[in-house]
């Protein structure tokens, strides 16, 4: 499976962004899928979940109420929607796979940039 990330850029503050990642599988609902960021100087933090069925999600306390992750299985792609973005979310955003139940996201895409200006 390869993952490609899209729809990063540089916006302002209070602005909005969605981020896309399409799986190259034919049995894209086989994973669980999640985003990751980065910013300069930190470690990778776990951003948002989304389960195989899309009926399961989770997000990082940082971006709860303000980013959506939804997935379209038939499309074989992953979104991020964020809203009311602040500059600490400036980073590499990247999408990740887990086959189903596992946990394990060991499949990673090559990451996008996203860039909040105050």
């Known amino acids: 499976v390869q993952l490609v990330e899209s729809g990063g850029g540089l916006v302002q503050a209070g602005d909005s962004l969605r981020l896309s990642c399409v799986a190259s599988t034919r049995t894209f609902d086989d994973y669980d899928m999640a985003w990751f960021r980065q910013a300069p100087g930190k470690e990778r933090e776990f951003v948002a979940r989304i389960n195989w069925s899309g009926f399961s999600q989770s997000y990082a306390d940082s971006v709860k109420g303000r980013f959506t992750t939804s997935r379209d299985n038939l499309k074989n792609t992953l979104y991020l929607t964020m809203n009311n973005l602040r500059p600490e979310d400036t980073a590499i955003y990247y999408c990740?796979?887990?086959?189903?139940?596992?946990?394990?996201?060991?499949?990673w895409g090559q990451g996008t940039q996203v860039t909040i200006s105050s």
């Open positions: 990740a796979a887990s086959v189903r139940f596992t946990n394990e996201f060991d499949i």
